[in-house]
């Protein structure tokens, strides 16, 4: 007696659910949630795999010919109710709803029903009939569905893409701010919470006009006023605070970022500027330069590694090896002149040319041997060579290093035929040059081809005379 009343009850329960889920489904445009009832709708990414498992474990044992307890059905049951129950009440706080919310709900929903169309067939012992067996692989099809558009509404659209090359990896030489910057940041960090599919606090930043427009606040973005716009004060806020953005367990913004979003909207928050706009002394200009630079450790990241033991047995009393970071597999390395110099020093350094990523040999009597080690260091960045014997000819190998962003090359007899070389080097940013036999039509040549390039060529000769003529010290003697 006592068996049944428990079964009349639990059947009672899984009636009034069901109804309850219907009556949500059909009416929903007329519901607005309590405030108490709608914080019970947050609760739904906690619960949902448990009556997922529940349910799997029960599949699994009755495709394997095993009676499935009746607890584990009820429990999967209930379980799987209350989770599409809250998960109605979790998407309620998200208006308008986007595609994949609307499914995830709906389909949601009827693998709720599904289930306890499976709990009545088993309580009428039809559990194991075939059409029993198909709505069991039917249940198994709507998790996963399910899951997939779950998914998508939390990590969005291209959860389960396959890998391809993201937009961050592509900002042109010459952006557009908004489009090619301030967008990839909104895109990376925000818009998972804030697209048309989970509009948080109903805003979007999937465009311009929509994230002018604001969401429950308003001034999300105030054009000329960052100090005063909503999205920074938030990204301001301590991690703690539950108004801070973006939220916790989400990707912060990096101080870089925040600084690159509070100087756009301080310039008017346009979506037609590009960077050559800008004046060089914009502080806008040197930030986005900032973001455009790869970050160095990733690229270390995938040099071959190289044991302590190697380092130790290279390093002399005139040549020092160090890891550029901790645990890093990126060497640098600084060359001394010794009282009897031998290029072997130098061309001994051969199995760490990969890994080479910043080289002094500043003063050295170096030559081609020593040149041709230089021009197989694949990813090296930073390289001192000023003081030395090298010429035109072996400047040529330098063509190789595709990663250069430094080169001291001053107090050397190069002359103008090395401007090719130095205009081929794309990944050039600086270059010392003074004292060296290149003229000035040349030196002008090189700046016209590439106005990115920071060349420094020394002091002006006006700008040194007249320092030499008016120097009290130098005229008194």
Known sequence: MAVENKRIWVDYTVFGLSIFLAFCLLFESYIELPNLVAWIGRWHPLVLHFPIVLLLVAIFLGFRGKDIPNNLLVVATIGTLVTAISGFFLGSENTPKGDLLFWHEWLGSTLALAVVLWYWLDGM????????????????????????????????????????????????????????????????????????????????MTNLKELLRGGEVGNTVIPGDAEQSEIIKRLHLPKEDEEHMPPDGKKPLNDLEIQILERWIDLGASDTMRLDHLEDTEPLVNLVRGLMEPDPMENWAKLPKVADSTLQNLSTDYITINRVASNSHALSVNVFLSPKFDSLVITNLQQLAKNIVELDMSGLPIGQQEMNMVSSCSNLEWLEIDGTPVTDTQVEVLRNLRSIRLLKIYDTKIGDKSIPVFKDLQSLKSLYLWKTDISEAALESLRLSRPSLLINSGIDNEIKTFFVETDSITNNK
């Open 125 to 204: 012992q039809l559990g194991k009939k075939v059409y029993s067996k198909a709505l069991q692989i039917l249940i198994i099809g709507l998790v996963g569905f399910t899951g997939h558009y779950g998914g998508m509404v939390t990590h969005g659209e291209d959860f389960l893409a396959l890998p391809t090359e993201k937009r961050q990896n592509k900002i042109p030489e010459n952006p557009l701010i908004y489009q090619d910057v301030v967008g990839r940041i909104l895109e990376n960090n925000c818009m998972s919470c804030h697209n048309p599919n989970k509009q948080k606090g109903e805003l979007l």
